[in-house]
C-alpha cells in the first residue's frame, strides 16, 4: 500500500506547507517542500499509533526539536533535547540518556537535562576516540 503525502496545513511563522509523509523508517512530518539543491526541509518523526488523527497543532510541537538547552558547564559544549519516533532524549556530545515517558519534555531545563545525563541508563554513540596501544605508551614512557 502506497501513502501519497498528506497536506495538514501551513506553517503559522513561515507560511510553507506541512505534510505528513510515509518514509522507510515509518511516518513522520515535513515542513516545506522537498527541495533538489540546499539543505533538506525539517523533518520530525511521528510515534503515535493514529496518524490520520495528526493535527497542525501536533506537527507543529514536533517540527520544534531539537532545542538547545544551554551549553554544559564542564566544556561548554551544548545540551540538545531531541524527539525521534522512540520518544525524547537529552544529548551532549556522545552521550544521549532518555526522558522518561512521565517527565514532561516542555519542563527540561538545563539542570535536569545534567542530571539525565548522569543516569545509568545513558548511551555512548559515535565513534571513540583512539587510545595509544600498549607498545607506543611504552616507548613514549622511555624517550
Not at 503515535?48 to 497543532?57: H, P, Q, W
Not at 533535547?81 to 515517558?101: D, E, N, Y
Not at 517527565?103 to 543516569?119: A, H, N, Q, S, W
Request: aromatic share 6%; proline share 9%.
Amino acid at each position: 500500500m502506497c501513502f501519497q503525502p498528506k497536506l495538514i496545513g501551513f506553517s503559522p511563522d513561515s507560511n510553507e506547507k506541512i505534510f505528513l509523509k510515509n518514509g522507510p523508517y515509518g511516518f513522520y512530518v515535513q515542513l516545506g517542500e522537498d527541495r533538489k539543491r540546499g539543505s533538506p526541509p525539517k523533518r520530525a518523526s511521528i510515534e503515535a499509533k493514529d496518524v490520520e488523527s495528526i493535527t497542525l497543532d501536533n506537527a507543529m510541537e514536533m517540527l520544534r526539536y531539537p532545542i538547545t538547552l544551554g551549553e554544559h558547564p564542564d566544556d561548554k559544549q551544548p545540551v540538545v533535547l531531541k524527539h525521534s519516533k522512540f520518544g525524547f532524549s537529552v544529548r551532549h556530545r556522545r552521550t544521549i540518556a532518555p526522558v522518561p515517558k512521565s517527565m514532561d519534555p516542555k519542563k527540561i531545563t538545563l539542570e535536569v537535562g545534567l542530571k539525565l545525563l548522569l543516569r545509568k541508563d545513558v548511551k555512548q554513540c559515535g565513534r571513540p576516540k583512539n587510545k595509544p596501544r600498549a607498545e607506543e605508551a611504552e616507548e613514549a614512557m622511555w624517550l
